[in-house]
């Protein structure tokens, strides 16, 4: 079973900065892909963004193109994401996911962590 412990959410201005970070268990590459999804209050999950371990290719939904960027490190297992330019719709409950294809369906990926929350006030 892979354990996904994602941590560094909170409350941020609009404009502000956050990062979160997701560490995993997985030491056999059991999963080659890690994922952020989000969940909004009264909303469905939906696609953030995600990283191959391989190669470090990664997919973003156009909603934080060029705001949000994904990083991994490898010895560590962890996986970083740098959220810029913060809105207040970017306000939810956000869940580390890992997997074994790139992709942004749900069903992709087999493991999911607890969520985190982050908070942009207007």
């Known amino acids: 079973q892979v354990q996904l412990v994602e941590s560094g959410g909170g409350l941020v201005q609009t404009g502000g900065s956050l990062t979160l970070s997701c560490a995993t268990s997985d030491r056999s590459f059991r999963t080659q892909v890690m994922g952020w999804f989000r969940q909004a209050p009264g909303k469905d999950r939906e696609f953030v963004t995600a990283v191959k371990w391989a190669d470090g290719n990664t997919l973003a939904s156009d909603s934080v193109k060029g705001r949000f960027t994904l990083s991994r490190d490898a010895g560590e297992r962890k996986v970083h994401l740098q959220m810029n330019n913060l809105k207040p719709e970017d306000t939810a409950v956000y869940y580390c996911?890992?997997?074994?294809?790139?992709?942004?369906?749900?069903?992709?990926?087999?493991?999911w962590g607890q969520g985190t929350q982050v908070t942009v006030s207007s």
């Open positions: 996911s890992a997997g074994v294809v790139l992709g942004m369906r749900q069903s992709a990926y087999a493991y």
